[in-house]
């Protein structure tokens, strides 16, 4: 290490696309050499081309690459790294990774490889922060002993309930039941996905909640007991449980409610000695009560929306921590300005179900303009693998109250060109939700998208 402004010398990038290339651009303006690992379909990729250095880790498929912890651990090691960001996705919340990069002499760039475990089960998770004091929905704690528990379970604290993967995330894993017929196949469904996606079959059970919006707080946390909340954000427009479009504040969320979930928030970390980047999430119900839901231990895709009205850099707060060293603030240095809002433009075709339409980009024309950031991993000519997410960029707008940065991500979005063979984006489908009457009077819940889909929204 050389010093308090340069925590590491070089910093290995363990993931790909536009978070990449995001953590790369930080590096780079702290003067920390950056390695980015690509696959052979990402050998021309944007973070390649950028990198002080890029290791050939593996074949396409994610498994034999992005997942390979043997060829990362490898390729920090050949290539003098100190440190490996992991990003989101992947590896991020793996903390058998984290404990291999620790043995080998690699900091880790997130929390403790036990703490990570033990927020990574989401049950324990829930268990954890409601002896911490915060609320929590009805519902199963620990490990289920089988569908005749989990059914005793949802019978007790009544119908709908959700039933979510134990090692989840990414809205994967789950399953809405609304009366006791349905249940034991949503349960088999539900422990057959998670095992297939997440190599660990164990689920729980929750109230479930609708309509509600999702609220999440970020949070900072270092090893000298500093933690600092960055503000709430609203992440309530979302298909599949997977989010599209994220903003700061939440709209229509009373202040005192706000600075309560936050406070919530600060004293869960510090409940549980966190350090790092995290987000708590929460559901908030018609009622105007919030509920914790899990908190992800890693950076999370909708960061620049709190960058952006509060000035702080995530990933520079992520790799001080890392270093041992403390944030760079206290709540106090903490002054929210405006309102942010993010899209998230995907290579989906929203009327086919949001599939994924991977392919060459013929045209790509990214918006620019006043208080815009567009972060992308992109390019004309480039190609969308169909192994990969299909996040290409994130449109993300400023200003000084929500009507007009709603006109300004309007407005971007209009200058927003891609066209390939067969590729289709969520650019025209998001401004349609821009224009929808819930939303743009911030009284939009998690149900939006389907509403609009279905053809249900109320407008005729």
């Keep these: 290490m050389s010093g308090p402004d340069v925590p590491f010398r070089s910093v290995l990038i363990a993931n790909r696309g536009e978070i990449a290339l995001r953590v790369a651009r930080t590096c780079r303006e702290m003067g920390i050499r950056t390695i980015a690992v690509y696959s052979t379909a990402d050998r021309d990729s944007a973070v390649v081309r950028f990198a002080d250095e890029a290791v050939h880790i593996g074949p396409s498929p994610a498994r034999a690459s992005y997942l390979n912890v043997p060829a990362i651990v490898e390729a920090a090691a050949a290539t003098g790294a100190e440190a490996i960001h992991p990003g989101y996705g992947f590896l991020s919340e793996d903390p058998d990774f984290a404990e291999i990069c620790d043995a080998n002499g690699f900091a880790f760039v997130g929390p403790p490889p036990a703490l990570m475990a033990r927020l990574g089960d989401k049950s324990a998770a829930r268990a954890i922060m409601a002896e911490a004091g915060l609320p929590v929905l009805g519902g199963s704690t620990g490990t289920l002993d089988g569908a005749a528990q989990a059914k005793a379970v949802a019978d007790g604290i009544g119908y709908p309930v959700i039933i979510k993967a134990t090692a989840g995330g990414g809205g994967r894993g789950m399953r809405v039941v609304d009366g006791p017929g349905a249940f034991m196949r949503a349960y088999s469904e539900a422990r057959a996905q998670a095992h297939s996606v997440f190599g660990d079959s164990r689920v729980y059970v929750e109230r479930y909640v609708d309509p509600a919006r999702h609220i999440e707080v970020q949070i900072l946390a270092d090893e000298h007991g500093g933690v600092v909340h960055l503000g709430a954000r609203d992440c309530s427009v979302q298909r599949r449980y997977q989010k599209l479009v994220e903003e700061t504040p939440a709209p229509r969320l009373d202040p005192a409610a706000a600075e309560e979930l936050c406070a919530a928030a600060v004293r869960g970390a510090r409940e549980i000695g ?3 980047a995290a987000t708590f999430e929460f559901l908030l119900d018609a009622d105007g009560a919030f509920h914790f839901m899990e908190i992800n231990c890693r950076i999370q895709v909708e960061h620049p929306v709190t960058e952006m009205v509060t000035g702080v850099d995530v990933v520079r707060e992520q790799l001080r921590v890392a270093a041992g060293l403390p944030l760079s603030m206290k709540q106090e240095d903490v002054a929210p300005s405006g309102v942010s809002i993010e899209c998230r433009i995907n290579a989906e075709d929203p009327a086919a179900g949001f599939r994924p339409t991977p392919g060459r980009l013929d045209e790509l024309v990214l918006p620019g303009g006043p208080f815009t950031r567009v972060d992308a991993h992109v390019f004309p000519g480039a190609s969308v693998a169909a192994e990969y997410d299909p996040l ?9 109250d929500r009507g007009t940065a709603i006109a300004r991500m309007r407005r971007a979005l209009d200058e ?30 998690t149900g939006l998208v389907d509403e609009i889909t279905s053809g249900e929204d109320g407008r005729g």
């Design 274 to 276: 966190y350090a790092g």
């Design 392 to 400: 290409l960029a994130k449109v993300v707008v400023w200003a000084p």
């Design 416 to 445: 927003l060109r891609v066209s390939g063979p067969g590729v289709r984006t969520t650019g025209s489908f998001l401004r349609g939700v821009l224009d929808h009457p819930r939303f743009r009077d911030g009284s939009h819940s």
